[in-house]
């Protein structure tokens, strides 16, 4: 109904001011690779033909946060509490997700704990395609893919169920 496709945008609104600091964040670090290429004539970042999987891990890791939100939303709306643990909950995340450090120095034996996170994917390829570290995880990017569009559905069709349920209680 159209009420579901309101309520929907409703839920993406509420991440534009997210969307609109990563948009600037990317341009300030395309801004910053761009002035020291033509400042010193050296290119800092990763092969600039990888810049396309840098923008696919990005839509990744942004369809990502969407589906959380549409996941979390009601919960948030039911039990206030529940935003100040998703901070702890998304603190943790962030540490096991390898942003400070590569994938490659997570011993062996501990590496099936990173590619079971579906934010190692796109955050090792970005890594890779902008500043030319690492390798790029083709593989764990396509789960991180199927992953979203599962999350996706399914968090959509939970927000469509307890939405007025959600409404009601408040």
Do not use: H
């Not at 120095?105 to 902008?130: C, D, H, Y």
């Not at 559905?153 to 009601?168: H, I, K, M, N, W």
């Amino acid at each position: 109904s159209s009420d579901v496709c309101s309520s929907d945008l409703l839920v993406a609104a509420q991440m534009t001011a997210g969307l609109v600091e990563a948009v600037f964040l990317l341009l300030m670090l395309a801004a910053t690779i761009g002035y020291y290429w033509w400042a010193t004539g050296a290119w800092y970042g990763g092969a600039p033909a990888a810049l396309p999987a840098a923008l696919l891990s990005a839509i990744v890791a942004m369809a990502m946060a969407f589906a959380m939100a549409v996941w979390t939303a009601p919960m948030v709306a039911r039990a206030r509490d529940m935003r100040y643990a998703l901070n702890y909950i998304l603190s943790l995340w962030s540490f096991i997700t390898p942003v400070v450090y590569p994938l490659s120095k997570i011993p062996p034996q501990l590496r099936w704990v990173a590619a079971i996170n579906p934010m190692s994917g796109p955050v090792e390829t970005f890594r890779w395609a902008v500043l030319g570290i690492g390798e790029p995880a083709w593989r764990q990017l396509g789960l991180s893919a199927v992953f979203v569009v599962v999350l996706l559905v399914t968090g959509l069709r939970y927000f469509s169920r307890v939405e007025s349920a959600t409404v009601d209680s408040l």
